[in-house]
C-alpha cells in the first residue's frame, strides 16, 4: 500500500491515519471485536470508523469502488458483474433524473457514480467515515454536479422529514447496532410512497449456532468487515415490517450466480487476470509478506500486516460461509413506506 501525502505541513500517511497512528487504532479495534455483542453495538461508531480508517485503501487495491458483492454469470469478471448488478438495482428503483436518492452508508462512490451517470439521479451519500467521504469525491468528481455527501452517522439521519425519493442501502446495514431503528430512520427521510431497496448480509438458515465452525466462520466475519454482529434475513424482514415499511420484493439473489462463478469466486483465487491477483488466497499472502518486509524498512508503519492478516482471515471466512451456505452478502428487499 503505498503512503499518501497529507496537504498542509507534509507529513507521511496511510490510508486515513498518519503512519504512528495505525498500530494504536488496530489494538483498539481487536480490543472492541473481543467485546460482547452488547457491547459492539455500543461501539458501533468507533467500530466502523476504526475498521474503515484501516482497511478503505485495502478495498479499493483487490476490489475497486464498489465494496459490494453481485450475482456473477458464466464467464463475467468480477468488475463487469458489479456494473450490471448495479444497473438491475437502478432498474427496481426506476431511477431518473428527477429523483433525489439516499445512500445510506455509500462507501467511497462506487454505485453512487454508476447512478449519477447513467441516469441523472441526484444522490446523496451519506457516510460515518471521513476518509472514505474524501474518496468518493474523488471518485465522483465528473458527476460532482449530481452527488452531495454528508459525513453523518444513518441511526440519526441529519436530513428533514420526507425528504428522498428513494433510498439504498447496499452491503452497509450490517454495521447498524440496530436495523429497526435504522430502517426508521431511513423511513422518516422518505417521501411517502418513496422505495427503499437494500442488499444485506445475513446468516442463513443453514447456519447452526451449536457448531464450532460456522460460530468461527461468524467470529472471523465480524473481525474482518468490522460488525458488531450478523442477524439472518428473517431478522430483516422484521425490522423492516416494525419500522413500518411495505416489503415489495425480498429473497437472496446468491442462487443467481452461475455455479461456475459463485458470489464468492473472485475470493477464492480462480479468476486469472493481473488484477484479480491482489483478490486470490496467493495474491493476498504475498501482499502479507511484503508488508512485513516493509514494515521492518520502515517503508510501511507498524500493524499494516497485522491489518492485511485481519482481512485476509475475513474474506477466508467469507468463502467458507458461502460453500457451507451459512451465510450471505446477497439477501435483498425492495419495500416502500405507504402512503
Known amino acids: 500500500m503505498t503512503p499518501t501525502t497529507a496537504k498542509g505541513p507534509r507529513q507521511r500517511t496511510w490510508s486515513a491515519l498518519t503512519v504512528p497512528q495505525v498500530r494504536p487504532v488496530l489494538e483498539e479495534y481487536i480490543e472492541s471485536q473481543d467485546a460482547d455483542p452488547e457491547r459492539r453495538r455500543e461501539l458501533y461508531r468507533s467500530l466502523v ?8 485503501d485495502f478495498y479499493e487495491f483487490g476490489w475497486g469502488t464498489s465494496f459490494h458483492f453481485a450475482p456473477r454469470e458464466r464467464g463475467e469478471n468480477l468488475k463487469a458483474s458489479l456494473l450490471r448488478h448495479q444497473h438491475s438495482l437502478a432498474a427496481q428503483l426506476s431511477l431518473g433524473p428527477e429523483m433525489t436518492v439516499l445512500d445510506a452508508g455509500c462507501g467511497v ?36 454536479s449530481l452527488c452531495r455527501f454528508i459525513h453523518g452517522d444513518f441511526m440519526q439521519i441529519p436530513e428533514e422529514d420526507d425528504r428522498f425519493d428513494a433510498a439504498i442501502a447496499i452491503e452497509s446495514m450490517c454495521h447498524a447496532p440496530d436495523r429497526g431503528a435504522v430502517f426508521a430512520e431511513i423511513l422518516r427521510v422518505l417521501r411517502p410512497g418513496a422505495c427503499f431497496l437494500g ?4 446468516l442463513t438458515e443453514r447456519f447452526d449456532p451449536q457448531d464450532p465452525e460456522h460460530q468461527r466462520i461468524k467470529r472471523d466475519i465480524l473481525i474482518g468487515a468490522g460488525l458488531p454482529d450478523l442477524g439472518d434475513n428473517a431478522e430483516v424482514r422484521a425490522a423492516l415490517a416494525a419500522a413500518g415499511f411495505e416489503i415489495l420484493t425480498e429473497g437472496d439473489r446468491a442462487a443467481e450466480s452461475h455455479p461456475d462463478t459463485p458470489w464468492y469466486r473472485a475470493l477464492q483465487g480462480r479468476d486469472l487476470s493481473l488484477a484479480s491477483i491482489p483478490r486470490t488466497p496467493a495474491g493476498r499472502a504475498l501482499i502479507n509478506m511484503t508488508l512485513r518486509v516493509a514494515q521492518r524498512l520502515r517503508l510501511a508503519p507498524e500493524g499494516a500486516a497485522a491489518v492485511s ?11 467458507a460461509g458461502g460453500r457451507a451456505g451459512v451465510f450471505t452478502p446477497l439477501y435483498c428487499f425492495l419495500a416502500r413506506k405507504p402512503g
Open 49 to 56: 470508523t476504526q475498521y474503515y480508517d484501516l482497511a478503505t
Open 109 to 144: 462512490g462506487g454505485p453512487m457514480g454508476t447512478f449519477a451517470r447513467h441516469y441523472g439521479a441526484t444522490m446523496v451519500g451519506l457516510n460515518l467515515n471521513a476518509y472514505q467521504i474524501e474518496r468518493a469525491k474523488h471518485h465522483t468528481r465528473d458527476v460532482a
Open 199 to 202: 442488499q444485506e448480509w445475513c
Open 309 to 319: 492478516t485481519i482481512l485476509n482471515a475475513g474474506g477466508d471466512a467469507l468463502v
